[in-house]
């Protein structure tokens, strides 16, 4: 197994929101005072050379190793990704490989979404005993109870789900790889969605909560806050929604995100227009079609 001094993170990332990226990792680094190394394991979805160094020139303690991978090199041979009707970005679904992609000796990694800030050291969340689970998340919900299984899987009397179960959000986790391999997450989470794609609309999140219903240990959501919430110092902001790079962004937390992008190579930027968000939609959607009639 890895050598424990140090901390494996697992992003996936796209060009157009490579400065989502660019925040949240300078949030990580600011805040890590323990000495771990963070491995950064960045899945590259075509971000250019020019951005590559923009971020890594904006990284400058010696604790974050960063490493690029590319997204049509990890996806494993004869693994078609599911394609579902939305307008998320393919580079989704990579989370559900990570344990096959990942060097063999990690046995353990945090999974983030790139819309994230981090205001905690991250090797509290590292540290975190999950137990014998195969993953440890935060539910789902938005007030003050747990979102149960029924609110966010529409078909679950059909699949004979506990309707008592609680319902996690998938935008940050913390993996057993092994586990995960042996108990065929991956394989069991792709014929969730690809059974289910009439209700599979948050379609990792949608065949994750079948495939560990009542098989993962729940964090306290302070690890996973959502932008609708007031807590002062929550540990990890989730921009689950829109994002704070538009003009439009009206949840809360926005000058967390700016006080850490304004530390990066993206110190300069101003919030953009609804264009750019929508031509971003109309282009992952455009994606997702190719792969639909590429795999007929």
């Known amino acids: 197994m890895k050598n424990s001094n140090h901390i494996s993170v697992v992003l996936a990332c796209d060009n157009f929101y490579v400065i989502l990226l660019a ?10 005072v323990s000495g771990e190394v963070i491995d950064l394991y960045v899945v590259s979805d075509e971000i250019t050379k020019n951005n590559r160094e ?85 539910s789902d919900a938005i007030g003050s109870g747990d979102k149960k299984i029924p609110e966010g899987i529409e078909n679950w009397e059909e699949l004979g789900l506990d309707p008592e179960a609680t319902y996690f959000n998938s935008g940050m986790l913390v993996m057993n790889t092994k586990k995960w391999i042996q108990q065929e997450i991956t394989k069991k989470t792709f014929a969730a969605i690809n059974n289910n794609k009439k209700y ?5 999140q949608y065949g994750l909560n079948v495939a560990l219903i009542n098989n993962w240990y729940q964090i306290d959501r302070t690890w996973n806050y959502f932008t ?32 850490y992008l304004h530390k990066t190579e993206w110190r300069n930027f101003k919030p953009i227009g609804e264009t750019s968000r929508y031509v971003k939609k109309i282009s992952n959607m455009l994606e997702k079609a190719k792969l639909f009639f590429a795999s007929k």
Do not use: Q
Request: avoid cysteine.
């Open 200 to 204: 599979a609309f948050l379609a990792d």
């Open 54 to 138: 923009k971020l890594a020139a904006s990284l400058t303690s010696e604790k974050m190793n960063l490493i690029w991978l590319e997204m049509d090199k990890v996806i494993p041979e004869g693994i078609n990704l599911p394609v579902v009707n939305n307008a998320y970005p393919v580079n989704i679904h990579l989370r559900l490989l990570i344990p096959h992609f990942m060097p063999k000796d990690v046995e353990k990694v945090i999974y983030m979404d790139v819309d994230m800030i981090m205001l905690d050291d991250i090797s509290n969340l590292w540290n975190l005993d999950i137990g014998d689970y195969v993953i440890g998340a935060v």
């Open 228 to 259: 609708v919430g007031t807590d002062p110092k929550p540990s990890l902001i989730h921009y689950f929604h829109k994002k704070p790079i538009f003009k439009s962004y009206k949840y809360n937390y926005k000058d967390e995100f700016f006080y």
């Open 23 to 32: 925040a949240l990792l300078k949030s990580i680094e600011l805040n890590h």
